[in-house]
């Protein structure tokens, strides 16, 4: 099963990012680093991915070991 998803950038860009069922959030973080030149291990520790649901005020980092199809299954959402 692949997935097509949008995924905004600080600043506004946004990047789709075809993901399989098998996708967890440290893949979409290293996919996301690749684009914007962050070779770096440490650097990439640095990166967190929050899953916004609009209309909702509180966002919370998710779990780098999360399968993103399990976070964003049944919510219209934008991933930042």
């Not at 789709?16 to 973080?29: A, E, F, L, M």
């Amino acid at each position: 099963m692949n997935t097509t998803l949008m995924f905004r950038l600080p600043g506004g860009t946004e990047r789709v990012i075809n993901t399989k069922s098998t996708t967890v959030v440290t893949d979409i973080i290293e996919e996301l680093c690749n684009v914007i030149g962050v070779n770096s291990v440490n650097e990439r520790e640095e990166f967190s991915l929050y899953c916004i649901v609009e209309g909702e005020t509180f966002t919370v980092p998710l779990a780098k070991d999360h399968y993103i199809l399990d976070v964003t299954t049944g919510t219209n959402t934008h991933i930042e």
